[in-house]
């Protein structure tokens, strides 16, 4: 994609990011919703997020092609310096690099801020073929350096089917025995 600019998101964007992300509730079994969340409710969530976290999106011209978000892995202190990724991409988009592009700029700021460990929650198929989730997810998380840590069976129900979750974990940084505290998101330029 020759026109692709990876950017902080806007909450003007809500709109689009919705759209994206109603696909994936109403047509697979990639999210667990079962009802999608309005503009005015993930414009709210995108607020959340952008007080702690880097919130990007992937988009050609004025068209948005996808998005991606960090937010808490768990939040007590003790997991602070972790974070839960997540990404999607316009339908038809998938493959052509886009969730590459936002993943990696993702862990660049968050590695400038001090985090040390990435987490990713997949939705995987109890036998496959399944037409609402394959193991797509799970390979592009390896590509990306993730290594699955855990998986939770038949734990989420969706379309009449039962599905696994696959927990993936990436480090990013060394582990010191005296951490410096993390970098708010604020001061980081993306």
């Known amino acids: 994609m020759d026109n692709l600019t990876i950017r902080?998101?806007?909450?003007?964007?809500?709109r689009q990011?919705?759209?994206i992300y109603s696909y994936y509730v109403a047509q697979t079994a990639?999210?667990?919703?079962y009802e999608m969340p309005d503009e005015t409710a993930f414009r709210k969530?995108?607020?959340?997020i952008m007080r702690k976290y880097p919130f990007l999106l992937?988009?050609?011209g004025?068209?948005?092609?996808?998005?991606a978000y960090a937010s808490d892995f768990i939040s007590r202190k003790a997991y602070e310096r972790c974070a839960e990724l997540t990404v999607y991409l316009r339908n038809g988009y998938q493959r052509k690099g886009i969730g590459r592009?936002?993943?990696?700029?993702?862990?660049?700021?968050?590695?400038e801020m001090g985090f040390t460990n990435l987490y990713a929650c997949i939705a995987v198929p109890v036998d496959e073929p399944d037409s609402r989730v394959t193991s797509n997810s799970i390979d592009f998380h390896e590509h990306m350096g993730f290594r699955?840590?855990?998986?939770?069976?038949?734990?989420?129900y969706k379309f009449g089917n039962w599905y696994n979750m696959v927990w993936a974990e990436k480090i990013i940084a060394p582990h010191s025995d005296d951490p410096q505290e993390l970098k708010e998101i604020g001061s980081i330029r993306y």
Request: charged letters at 30%; one cysteine or more.
């Open 148 to 156: 699955t840590v855990g998986t939770f069976y038949k734990c989420g």
């Open 30 to 33: 990639i999210s667990f919703d």
């Open 8 to 14: 902080k998101a806007e909450l003007a964007d809500a």
């Open 101 to 111: 592009k936002l993943y990696s700029e993702l862990e660049r700021i968050l590695g």
């Open 62 to 67: 004025d068209e948005v092609l996808g998005f």
């Open 45 to 48: 969530k995108m607020e959340d």
């Open 58 to 60: 992937a988009s050609c």
């Open 17 to 19: 990011i919705t759209e």
